[in-house]
């Protein structure tokens, strides 16, 4: 019998690292030639890894949310012959070690004392009708009236401070109801029931639940704080009547061909977005700040944000100026259905120059959506809602929706960011416009 270390393959041009998001064996299984055995992140594209041999999972390279380096040791089988590991450098060997002795998973430092999560005996003291255990019972008393302040020695409500504990959830079992160390130890080891607030039977809930950030959702909160310290955001929010739109909508939709996509409001959206930023090419660009170096694209690469299961995604629609409303309506479906199901390619997912945010039917009044880093400005779709417009000395129903448009406030001046969604609300509401200024 030999071993078999399978190292993180490259994963993509320029990639020097990869997260492990997903082990899919365990110490311990057979597997076979060509089944999956883990899955690794680098950027938003998550890339499957076979085995190339049979053989038995002896050891993992890395834990979940572990960052490896391109190259590394990712896991190692025992296989039949001679296996590969001689082949391994002196360096790489020396990363490796025995499974018993991998390190743990680092969390971070927990208080000296943490409460236990509080589950089966506060519920049942609130709600049961049976005898209380002998734990909870030692420490039980009567629930306080409302307005009621707990009684305790400095020393007992010093501790309850060290702690993150409110007295007012801890039963008192001293006279008149005095809270005694014991009783605070007993609510710290979740062997007491926690007082209901002013009697008023509902029973505080202590449970904390550890949650450990990895893959796409890691990703994601670091862009967005990167980006917001990296750029001045400033929004801008106009009303848009687009009762006409949706008109010329449903009747495309109503006559469209079988091959031809059902249209959205989006591929109009988008259209607008294209031919508004002839007259402002500023806003469809890239700002490298740390070489100060501003790129301004005559190619619109439409970033547009697509929800997933695993967290946000923003596939890319290249050049959407070549692009009519079928065509884009066509891509955005491709890319999202993509996204959603995890096959995105790399390069679907980078290069956008301005990306298009919404929330569909949820989307709220306003939105000031985050700038996608290194991009200068960002448009935000808002839900469409039924409001009284005055026409012509009488209010009359008609459908508005709002756009949201963050901008990178060193880029772009807010003139030029207002009149650039004045340009947009007027093309939208005139959508004879978008056909004609092709």
């Keep these: 019998m030999g071993e078999y270390v399978i190292k993180l393959p490259d994963v993509g041009e320029g990639v020097a690292e990869a997260e492990v998001v997903e082990w899919n064996v365990a110490i311990g299984d057979m597997v076979k030639e060509d089944q999956t055995l883990a899955a690794v992140m680098t950027d938003k594209a998550t890339v499957e890894i076979p085995s190339p041999v049979v053989g038995k999972v002896i050891w993992f390279g890395g834990e979940i949310g572990e960052t490896m380096a391109v190259g590394s040791p990712l896991i190692k089988l025992e296989v039949e012959g001679e296996g590969n590991a001689d ?17 743990e998973p680092k969390v971070e430092a927990k208080p000296e004392v943490k409460p236990e999560p509080v589950k089966a005996a506060p519920v049942q003291a609130a709600v049961s009708h049976s005898a209380p255990s002998a734990a909870a019972s030692t420490h039980a008393g009567p629930p306080r009236a409302a307005g009621e302040k707990p009684i305790a020695s400095p020393a007992v409500r010093g501790r309850a401070k060290d702690n993150g504990v409110d007295l007012k959830f801890v039963r008192g079992t001293g006279p008149a109801g005095r809270i005694t160390h014991e009783d605070l130890d007993a609510y710290l080891t979740g062997d007491a029931a926690p007082v209901a607030a002013g009697g008023s039977g509902l029973v505080a809930n ?47 939709n109503k006559e469209r061909a079988e091959d031809q996509p059902k249209l959205t409001l989006l591929p109009f959206i988008m259209r607008a977005l294209v031919v508004a930023m002839r007259d402002y090419p500023q806003m469809n660009a890239r700002y490298d700040d740390e070489n100060e ?6 190619g619109a690469h439409l970033g547009i944000a697509a929800q997933t299961d695993k967290g946000l995604i923003v596939p890319v629609v290249t050049h959407a ?17 993509a996204a959603r199901n995890g096959t995105a390619k790399r390069e679907e997912l980078t290069g956008s120059t301005i990306t298009i945010t919404s929330l569909g039917p949820i989307g709220g009044i306003v939105t000031t959506p985050v700038i996608n880093h290194p991009e200068v400005a960002i448009l935000g779709i808002n839900k469409i809602a039924v409001r009284p417009v005055w026409r012509d000395g009488a209010f009359v129903p008609r459908k508005i929706m709002n756009l949201s448009g963050s901008f990178d406030h060193r880029m772009i001046d807010g003139w030029d960011a207002a009149n650039f969604i004045q340009r947009i609300k007027s093309l939208l509401e005139n959508p004879a416009k978008l056909f004609m200024e092709s």
């Excluded at 990703?219 to 801008?236: L, S, V």
Aim: proline residues 3%; charged residues 40%.
């Design 87 to 103: 082949e391994l450098t002196e360096e790489t060997s020396k990363a490796e070690a025995p499974v018993e002795t991998k390190p």
């Design 206 to 252: 202590t449970d904390v639940e550890e949650i450990k950030v990895i893959g796409l959702r890691r990703k994601i909160a670091n862009k967005m704080q990167d980006t917001k310290r990296r750029i001045p955001h400033f929004a801008y929010v106009e009303e848009v009547d687009v009762d006409e739109l949706e008109a010329l909508r449903a009747n495309l």
């Design 293 to 298: 170096v501003f790129y301004q694209y005559g």
């Design 321 to 337: 100026e070549a692009r009519d409303v079928w065509d884009c309506a066509r891509e955005v479906k491709r890319l999202s259905d």
